[in-house]
């Protein structure tokens, strides 16, 4: 079972685009250790190990002592945007290859002429249809044809030199016998041949989603495999012999088998961390309404947090062609902590476009070369590179002093690919970016909470990563917010909510049933096959059935509509409930629930999950003294002005500061503008009032 006290160490470990990040947790005193290093884009585990292995030497443990470690990665996203998978070929129903190109056959811009989708990650030559036809409610019309099927699969592995495999028939969530024994017939021609079945990987209607999500895990199965055995075998040659989980997109962990099963499950699983250490902080500061904002080095995640949770879904897009429209990207069936993610970071290149404007991102430097300021041989002109000419950066401080950022390099890249064609001073072309970064940022939130009915205008922001930070006020005055928090080592962030993370797994499956229709004895043996398949993962993980806690959900819809709405279940409730729970949570979302029509039950869910870990952190010294360490000329809009600078870990609880200031950490800088004000408040975190706000509420 998962350590959660003791005096036993837990690390998390997050890989993102540019750095990869560590936080270590003693869970005896309540102290944590953190690190940050560039990541090794050529093998991610690399970096994974070497940044281990420096932690822990710089405190002087052996990596015996660490009893769990839980790891969140963008590897299996950057896979399928990047088409760095394997060569995945398709079994389907006959008359069914084409719905990956016929999608929803709708478009996502009705006035665009020049729409770009993203290609279908199998090309249709690497599609094969066998004989078979199960009806919607799992009725067997065409048997299986087994012959031809195998015929078929031998072309794709012959002809096409498939290393991965999705098989998709047309209603295998209903039935899912035939694809089983595709399955089976497949490991016995090709024992080596990884198989991801519709019927696991997404068991829910609608079939060109669920098609996609079959072909996205089966695409990047063989990758992520691969991955977990090089960072397994490096951990252990490290002397690591306790336990590995990998964060999920919806908030929970995975064992490394589960992961490796279902890869696409952990496709936003670094992000997700952060999002659910956001609702861990709102919680305990009783702020229930938040947005999480989250900026490394090549992206921003932002996240709405509704009633002390991160807001989930059970769908998402993956390498849109078009950064905010939906319906320009590959759909994911799978639950997902819901966030919006934009092309912002610290490595966004900036350049003068055709209209002689400024524009940053998406294009991102990354970790190699990273940008001019590293002294790696970018030659590219970056956020980072603007916010060091800002003055927001100390040159010989980046990372605690670990890495020496070139100023000069910095403002030679800036002045020659910016300034100079735009004929404006170097400090208005870094302010330029830096600022067009913020109106990036705040439009994206501005779309996902609308979308979402949201107003974030009395709420408050968490901001986090190593830019985060940096943009945060920005951010927040754009959008009229009043208040941003930044918790301890909010540059690692990330890697600490995976350590506040509880293991968890999701089954949803499609059974369409009228609700009248449904016996007390049939709706209780739905729910606990869907219980047995929901636990087994966490039992595997030693987790005991009595200290699983169990939430059961349906979508439900009145008949004769499209769309379904999510209702959630109590432990006791009974088939005869389903009318007035389903009409409460639909005028609830609607205002009335008015409709003579029957209520119907499309989908059925299960969540399981353990007990949360425990994350006390030690709290900061009593005294509330604030002294700067230093002043440094920084840029905030006007010129530049003499900012007094901090050191965050020398602020006690009470702490206030006015601002210009820059507070800086080992991993982040936090910069406060002028006549804004922050205060160290009870747990450590630094929280800001944004004056200019408040007084125009």
């Known amino acids: 079972m998962r350590e959660t006290n003791t005096m036993a160490y837990r690390l998390g470990i997050d890989i993102g685009g540019t750095f990869t990040d560590f936080a270590l947790f003693n869970g005896g005193d309540g ?18 190990l070497e940044g281990t292995a420096t932690l822990l030497a710089r405190h002087a443990l052996d990596l015996a002592a660490v009893v769990e470690i839980v790891h969140g990665t963008t590897l299996v996203t950057n896979a399928v945007i990047e088409r760095k998978g394997a060569r995945t070929g398709m079994l389907t129903t006959r008359g069914f290859r084409d719905i990956l190109d016929m999608a929803r056959e709708k478009r996502y811009d009705v006035f665009d002429l020049r729409l770009v989708f993203p290609a279908p990650l199998v090309p249709r030559r690497r599609r094969a249809e066998v004989d078979e036809r199960c ?13 031809g099927a195998r015929a078929a699969l031998t072309g794709l592995v012959e002809e096409q030199d498939i290393e991965s495999l999705a098989i998709c028939l047309l209603h295998g969530y209903a039935n899912p016998s035939h694809e089983q024994a595709l399955r089976e017939m497949a490991a016995a021609a090709y024992p080596d041949l990884m198989v991801s079945l519709s019927s696991e990987v997404s068991p829910e209607w609608r079939e060109f989603e669920r098609f996609t999500t079959t072909c996205i895990n089966a695409f990047t199965q063989p990758m992520f495999d691969q991955y977990l055995g ?13 336990r590995l989980f990998v964060m999920s997109s919806s908030g929970g962990t995975l064992t490394p088998e589960t992961a490796r099963r279902f890869p696409v499950r952990v496709i936003e699983s670094g992000p997700a961390a952060g999002a659910q250490m956001s609702a861990f902080h709102g919680r305990a500061l009783n702020l229930p309404e938040l947005l999480s904002f989250d900026m ?5 995640k932002g996240a709405l947090i509704r009633g002390g949770a991160a807001v989930k879904v059970y769908h998402q897009e993956i390498a849109r062609a078009h950064g905010f429209k939906a319906g320009s990207g590959l759909p994911v069936q799978s639950p997902v902590i819901d966030m919006i993610e934009i092309g912002a970071g610290g490595g966004s290149i900036a350049e003068v476009d055709v209209r002689g404007t400024i524009q940053v991102g998406p294009r991102s430097a990354g970790a190699a070369p990273g940008p001019a300021c590293y002294g790696q041989g970018g030659d590219a002109a970056t956020l980072t590179d603007a916010n060091l000419v800002l003055g927001y950066l100390d040159p010989g401080f980046f990372l605690g002093g670990a890495m020496t950022l070139d100023r000069a390099a910095a403002e030679r890249v800036i002045m020659g690919q910016i300034a100079a064609p735009l004929e404006i001073s170097l400090a208005r072309a870094a302010w330029g970016i830096h600022e067009i970064i913020d109106e990036d940022v705040a439009r994206a939130f501005r779309i996902h909470a609308s979308e979402r009915g949201f107003d974030y205008r009395a709420s408050s922001m968490v901001a986090f990563g190593g830019s985060g930070p940096v943009h945060a006020m920005g951010v927040a005055r754009k959008l009229g917010i009043p208040r941003v928090i930044f918790p301890v080592a909010a540059g690692v962030m990330s890697a600490l909510g995976l350590l506040a993370s509880p293991l968890n797994f999701e089954v949803a499956r499609t059974r369409q049933t009228f609700v009248a229709d449904l016996t007390p004895a049939d709706f209780a043996a739905t729910f606990a096959a869907l219980e047995a398949e929901a636990m087994a993962p966490l039992a595997a993980a030693d987790v005991a059935p009595g200290a699983m806690t169990i939430v059961r959900r349906l979508d439900m819809r009145y008949h004769g509509q499209g769309h379904e709405i999510e209702v959630s279940l109590p432990p006791d409730a009974g088939v005869e409930a389903l009318p007035r729970i389903f009409q409460a949570h639909y005028s609830a979302i609607h205002g009335a629930a008015l409709l003579d029509a029957p209520p119907v039950i499309t989908t059925w869910k299960v969540e399981a999950s353990a007990a949360p870990p425990d994350l006390a952190t030690a709290r900061p010294p009593a005294t509330g003294a604030a002294m700067p360490k230093a002043t440094r000329q920084a840029y905030f809009g006007g010129d530049y002005v003499p900012t007094p600078v901090y050191d965050r870990h020398d602020l006690g609880i009470g702490a206030a500061i006015d601002g210009p200031a820059l507070i800086e950490e080992r991993e982040s800088t936090v910069v406060i503008g002028i006549r804004d004000r922050v205060q160290v408040d009870e747990f450590g975190n630094l929280v800001a009032e944004l004056t200019s706000v408040a007084g125009a509420s």
């Open 230 to 242: 090089r960072l397994e075998t490096g951990l252990a040659e490290l002397g690591f012999t306790g």
């Open 31 to 48: 102290s944590f250790a953190i690190h940050k290093q560039l990541t090794t884009p050529d093998d991610p585990s690399r970096a994974v």
């Open 135 to 147: 009806h919607y409610d799992g009725r067997v019309d065409i048997p299986l044809d087994l012959a």
């Open 296 to 300: 490394g080095g090549t992206t921003a």
